[in-house]
């Protein structure tokens, strides 16, 4: 699967607002998840995972830093994060399920923040680069 040129400029050119609300769209993309996918809480027992605590948001940073390394590298987002990848899969263990758990809760993440850029071709075009996201991070599991 790959994007189309009309995808990428979406993605680009929506970045560039969601880089400046990072902390806050990773925090809450990362309580969505715990509370509509509670199952995911079992990868860190050591975090405090009430609301706004200060590993959700630190987390929360990296998570969404890394979604801006793929951005970054939209043409190969494999290479971007295949470091992550063999981090999940080799030595967290993360069931790949979750990857999916967690693009679906940023794709409502950035749907609340942004409802007037988060057009229908702009849910499609997050959805397709999330997908492609995911399939990169769970493919050290093969």
């Known amino acids: ?19 400046t609300q990072a902390d806050a769209i990773g925090t809450e993309t990362l309580e969505r998840l715990f509370s509509c996918y509670p199952q995911a809480k079992t990868y860190f027992p050591h975090f405090d995972l009430h609301t706004g605590s ?18 970054k590298s939209i043409d190969n987002v494999a290479s971007a994060l295949s470091k992550l990848s063999e981090l999940h899969a080799y030595v967290l263990r993360v069931d790949p399920v979750n990857f999916k758990f967690l693009s679906h809760c940023l794709l409502v993440t950035l749907a609340s923040h942004f409802p007037a850029d988060f ?4 849910h499609a075009a997050w959805d397709k680069f999330l997908s492609i996201v995911s399939g990169v991070l769970t493919e050290k599991y093969r």
């Open 54 to 71: 200060a590993q959700l948001r630190a987390h929360g940073s990296k998570v969404v830093a890394a979604v801006g390394d793929a951005v």
């Open 1 to 19: 699967m790959s994007l189309t040129r009309a995808e990428r400029t979406i993605i680009v050119s929506m970045w560039s607002k969601i880089s």
């Open 119 to 122: 057009t229908a071709d702009a």
